[in-house]
């Protein structure tokens, strides 16, 4: 399992220096309005994609081991035609910033992205890591090298160059899957619809009770995004959502960690090693994720404005704010997991809702008056009422105390020495 962790971690991280390179090329290139267009966009794709994942998200993971390849991929291709269908068609009346012809390569970006998540998270399903991670990375390898030659090589200034990005990224993304799962998409039969009915209710049982909470959440991580256009503009959104990329990269470490756990958690019935694993899992979280936080936090307005242009200082406040939030949020990403890994999707959701409730008393309140700080304040706090909630009840089930997750300088020594081992491990293989 330290193995499965180290290189999603590995992953994650080649991915997220990616991701900062595309978003310096972007905001360098079209300036903070551009920037902002971008950001919006791909918060409609991942708006979307919520309520495509009710029956193509998590519950892949979770009914992997449970149903085979074909009961499961058909009734979610499907779903996520459907809903890219009827939610693109929406986003016309919505208008979320973006014009009319981008939402329409919103709509068929939305279903490429579904039909990839279907593969990568069936990996997930049967623990294979290490090809999800493959496929994981790809997605930004591609995008970084379709902007690169759009706005450096051929100099071009719209944002079609990310749209072609995300088009190769998605469509690569899905055919590697493919790839990967040869051995089931060999089997792929269409069978009759009366079969797949016990499939697709549990589907929609896992998934609705998941998705749900992550509709909520995403409310409470991006409504932000959508107050800044409603009350400044696109530009404001662009140097908001710079920073909140770069903060939310802490989350690496928690993500990395959180998609092991949940692929072993979803495969046992054994209550107490998922609390206790959770329990280690989160405290070698918190240490790393702090380092990180102070890391960044101690970055000068001079340095973004280096990066990603001179309208892009203001980052610098920003992060500081939301530092504290985003450091607890490390512990809900954790716990969010274990309660997705034993099949209790709710109590994300209850968190999430109580998050989404400051983010909405706040918001309206301190976004009008206070620009992108009062967005980062308002972040900030729903980030912790988040981890705090899942905190309490996760302490109350668990029977654990505050003295537990101290890290012990027995449990340092033996990471120390896994971490050795990969290391010569991964050495003798070279």
Same mark, same amino acid.
């Given at each position: ?19 900062f390179?595309i ?5 360098? +290139?079209?300036g903070d ?9 791909? +918060?409609?794709i ?6 495509a ?13 449970r149903?085979?390849?074909s ?16 939610m ?11 014009a009319? &012809? ?7 970006l ?19 890591i ?10 930004p ?9 759009y706005?450096v090589?051929?100099?071009?200034t &719209? ?6 990005g995300l ?16 051995k ?5 039969r269409?069978?009759?619809?009366a ?6 209710? &549990?589907?929609f049982k896992?998934g ?12 409470n991580?991006?409504l932000?995004?959508?107050l800044?256009?409603a009350?400044?503009d ?10 909140v990329?770069?903060?939310?990269a802490?989350w ?8 092991v756990?949940?692929?072993?958690i ?27 936080v102070v890391?960044l ?7 973004y404005?280096?990066i ?5 200082g203001?980052?610098a406040g920003?992060i ?12 809900f ?15 994300n ?10 983010t909405?008393?706040l918001?309206f ?10 967005a980062a ?5 729903a ?7 899942l ?12 003295? &537990?997750?101290v ?6 020594k ?6 050795k ?10």
């Amino acid at each position: 399992m330290f193995n499965k962790i180290i290189h999603t971690f590995g992953t994650k991280i080649a991915a997220a220096v990616i991701n900062f390179l595309i978003a310096v090329v972007i905001s360098q +290139t079209l300036g903070d309005a551009g920037k902002g267009v971008q950001s919006l966009m791909l +918060t409609t794709i991942s708006f979307i994609l919520i309520f495509a994942e009710i029956v193509c998200g998590e519950s892949v993971v979770f009914l992997a081991s449970r149903h085979s390849f074909s009961k499961i991929f058909v009734p979610s291709l499907l779903w996520a035609l459907l809903i890219s269908a009827v939610m693109g068609a929406g986003a016309f009346f919505f208008s979320p910033g973006v014009a009319p &012809d981008i939402v329409i390569h919103i709509a068929v970006l939305s279903f490429i992205a579904s039909a990839s998540a279907i593969n990568f998270r069936y990996l997930i399903g049967k623990e294979e890591i290490k090809k999800a991670n493959y496929n994981t990375l790809l997605q930004p390898l591609l995008i970084i090298l379709t902007v690169l030659v759009y706005y450096v090589a051929l100099k071009k200034t &719209d944002i079609y160059g990310y749209v072609i990005g995300l088009y190769l990224a998605y469509g690569c993304s899905f055919l590697l899957g493919v790839w990967m799962l040869q051995k089931e998409y060999r089997q792929l039969r269409l069978a009759r619809p009366a079969e797949y009915k016990a499939v697709l209710a &549990d589907l929609f049982k896992y998934g609705f009770l998941n998705q749900t909470g992550h509709f909520v959440q995403f409310f409470n991580l991006r409504l932000n995004y959508y107050l800044l256009y409603a009350y400044m503009d696109e530009g404001r959104v662009g140097v908001y959502s710079n920073a909140v990329s770069l903060a939310e990269a802490i989350w690496i470490v928690s993500n990395s960690i959180a998609l092991v756990q949940y692929a072993r958690i979803s495969n046992t019935e054994d209550r107490e090693y998922a609390q206790r694993l959770t329990l280690q899992l989160g405290k070698i979280c918190l240490l790393v994720s702090a380092c990180a936080v102070v890391v960044l936090a101690l970055l000068p307005a001079s340095v973004y404005c280096f990066i990603f242009g001179p309208e892009f200082g203001e980052m610098a406040g920003v992060i500081r704010i939301l530092a504290p939030g985003v450091l607890l949020y490390c512990i809900f990403l954790i716990l969010g997991h274990y309660y997705s890994g034993t099949g209790r999707y709710q109590m994300n959701t209850f968190a999430a809702l109580c998050g989404l409730i400051v983010t909405c008393l706040l918001g309206f309140i301190l976004i009008p008056k206070m620009d992108i700080m009062g967005a980062a304040v308002t972040a900030s706090i729903a980030y912790s009422v988040n981890a705090l909630f899942l905190l309490a009840f996760f302490m109350r089930e668990a029977h654990f105390q505050w003295k &537990d997750f101290v890290l012990t300088r027995a449990e340092v020594k033996t990471y120390l020495s896994e971490f050795k081992h990969y290391l010569s491990k991964t050495e003798s293989h070279e």
